[in-house]
């Protein structure tokens, strides 16, 4: 007697909700050699793709348990050497993402992996997507053998997870730095002219800056020089940087999975020490990042000119300093960020904790359609991906 497949079907909120929660918490298995930051969905398992034009949870049942899940979401980007079906459509891709997949631990090994995966992709054919990416991390060699080696995707880029605790403690704004929010029209104008040749950037960069979750966009530039970013740009700064805020912690939640010993001690000391030593608050502290909190993800990190490197550190010290004011209302506890893994600048100038962070995190992109004009761009674009150093994150999808 053979055995009993697996039932994909799409998420029912309804049913599925509390049964979603359950596999991730038997999921939560995290690298053994570093600290590991688990998603808390407060309730709301597809909350991490619901702000993304077109989505899709998939589950996978057997014998009345949720054995297996996976999401995926659908959006219009620029991607390089794409050729275009019509004029307008020069350099633009319609490209899925897939994040989310789990499997129940008892029942590994038994392709329902490779079948959730298989039927999201057929979603994404049915809906004329042109490449399909992930992300994971590079040490997640069931992730990467799956992907990589039985599905054909190919590496395309190593970008770096860059995280920063929030302290008490403001971080110091140089008084030779002017910092100014810019509306949203304005940001639109600002990213379309310098990155929307970035691949990946997102067609729909006006509805990201203007959904609710996007809390403003700012732009740093020595004091003393004009600046004029309400006009056509002609007339900007020879050095500045700009960057945007999305609030992940009103989306999910973070919580520390695993610690190692030294950094259990180290949280304990500090919260003695703030208890028992006032005097030694002026020193940088440790959150206790062992109850759920929300983050800021800084996108659209933007730099020209020689001083842009300080300028994006000023602005990063600005941002820290906007969530240390909140955390009490909003739990803000870490500023996370993505940038390009060969972009050299920003690794250095954006202020994170390297025990927190991860260095080199791991996105591949597949082809899905077989013709032979897509898989020629396709391996240009993989190609290309040391000298195109510019990365634009979409908030949607962290």
């Known amino acids: 007697m053979g055995l009993k497949e697996a039932v994909i079907r799409s998420y029912d909120g309804e049913a599925d909700r509390a049964r979603v ?22 309730g709301d398992p597809i909350c991490r793709i619901r702000n993304s034009p077109m989505h899709k949870m998939l589950v996978a049942e057997l014998d009345n348990q949720l054995v297996g899940v996976i999401q995926g979401s659908i959006k219009l980007v620029t991607v390089h050497n794409k050729p275009p079906p019509r004029d307008h459509e020069a350099n633009l891709a319609r490209v899925g993402y897939i994040l989310g ?29 042109d490449y399909s990416y992930m992300a994971t991390e590079k040490d997640n060699e069931a992730s990467v053998r799956l992907f990589i080696e039985k599905f054909g995707y190919i590496k395309f880029r190593t970008p770096a997870i860059l995280v920063n605790p929030v302290r008490c403690r403001p971080c110091h704004v140089s008084s030779n730095v002017e910092i100014a929010k810019l509306k949203v029209e304005e940001a639109e104008f600002l990213y379309r002219k ?31 020089e004009f600046g004029n970013f309400e006009s056509n740009g002609q007339a900007l700064p020879k050095s500045w940087a700009m960057i945007s805020v999305w609030n992940s912690g009103e989306v999910f939640k973070l919580r520390l999975g695993k610690a190692p010993l030294s950094c259990l001690l180290y949280a304990k000391s500090w919260r003695l020490m703030d208890r028992f030593l006032p005097c030694f608050k002026l020193l940088p502290s440790m959150p206790n990042f062992f109850n759920p909190f929300g983050f800021y993800f800084m996108y659209g990190v933007y730099h020209e000119g020689p001083l842009s490197g300080k300028l994006v550190r000023n602005l990063c010290h600005f941002v820290h300093n906007m969530a240390s004011t909140r955390t009490k209302n909003f739990c803000c506890k870490v500023v996370v960020t993505e940038v390009g893994g060969y972009d050299s600048v920003l690794r250095h100038h954006i202020p994170h904790w390297k025990l927190l962070s991860c260095s080199e995190d791991l996105w591949c992109i597949k082809a899905m359609k077989k013709n032979e004009a897509d898989r020629t761009s396709l391996h240009e674009l993989t190609k290309t991906q040391q000298i195109n150093k510019a990365l634009f994150v979409d908030p949607r999808e962290v």
Not at 195 to 205: G, K, L, Q, R, V
Request: charged fraction near 25%; hydrophobic fraction near 40%; aromatic fraction near 10%.
């Open 194 to 224: 310098c990155m929307a040749s970035t691949d990946f950037f997102p067609h729909d960069i006006d509805k990201v800056l203007g959904n609710k979750l996007s809390l403003g966009t700012w732009v740093a530039y020595p004091r003393g």
């Open 21 to 42: 929660e359950d596999l991730e918490r038997r999921c939560e298995v995290g690298p053994t050699e570093r600290v590991f930051l688990f998603t808390d969905t407060m």
């Open 101 to 129: 997949l789990r499997v129940a631990p008892l029942h590994r090994q038994k392709g329902i992996g490779s079948r959730l995966v298989c039927c999201l992709e057929d979603w994404f054919v049915a809906n004329d997507v």
